[in-house]
C-alpha cells in the first residue's frame, strides 16, 4: 500500500487539531511537516511548540522536511518531541556523509530532497546506499499549491532504476502538486510514499479518507 503523508502546511492553522484527528484510524499514514526558515525558502513554517503539540494529539508517525539553510540545528529538538523521518535538502549541505550519520543516531529513517533543477546523478552512490527516503520535489519548495512540473517524472524514474539496481532500500517519496490524476502516474514511475497538501485540505467538506484512497487507487 502506498503511504500518504497529508502535508499539515495546507491545513487549517486554526482548526489544527481537528484536522488531524480526521486521520485518526487510517493506515500507513504520516504527517508531513514543512519547516522554513525564511532563507532556504521565503516563508517561514511550523515551529518546535506547535510540532510538540502535534505529536501529543496523533498516533500517526511525523515526517520532517527541513527547508532550512542549517539543518543539523533541528536534530536535538526534531528527536525530542518523536520525529520519525528527518529529511533535510541536498542544496542545502556540504557535508552530507556527516549529517546523515548524526541524524541516524536520533531518527527512525533519514531522507534527503532534492529541488526540481538536482539531478539524481549527484548523489553518490555511498549516500543513496544510507539513506531510508530520497524526496523528489516537483514543485519548486517554499509554498504550497503550486502547479506539478511534468519533467521531474523522469527524476523518479531514473531513481528507481538506480534502486533496482543497486538493491538500494530507500523510498521515493514525491511532494507538489500530487492529486489523484497524477498519482497512478507517480506511483507506477517508483513513487512509494506520496505527499499531498492542497489535494487534501482544499474542502474540509470533503472525506479525507476518501481522498487518501483517490491517491492510492
Sequence with gaps: MTLIAPSLLSADFLNLEKDIKRFDGI???WLHLDIMDGHFVPNLTLGTPVLKN????????????????????????LSQIGVHNYT????????????IQLAKEKFDSVGISLNPSTKVEEIPKYILAKLDIV?????NPGFGGQSFIEGCVDKIKKLDQMRKENNYHFQIQVDGGVKNTNSKMLIESGANNLVAGSYIFSDPKKDYKKQIQTLRS
Design 88 to 99: 533535510f535538502h541536498w542544496e542545502a549541505v556540504t557535508h552530507h556523509d556527516r549529517l
Design 135 to 139: 524526496l523528489i520535489m516537483t514543485v
Design 27 to 29: 493506515d500507513n499514514l
Design 54 to 77: 502535534i505529536s501529543k494529539i496523533s498516533p500517526h508517525k511525523l515526517d520532517a522536511h527541513l527547508m532550512v539553510k542549517n539543518p543539523e540545528d533541528y536534530i536535538e529538538p
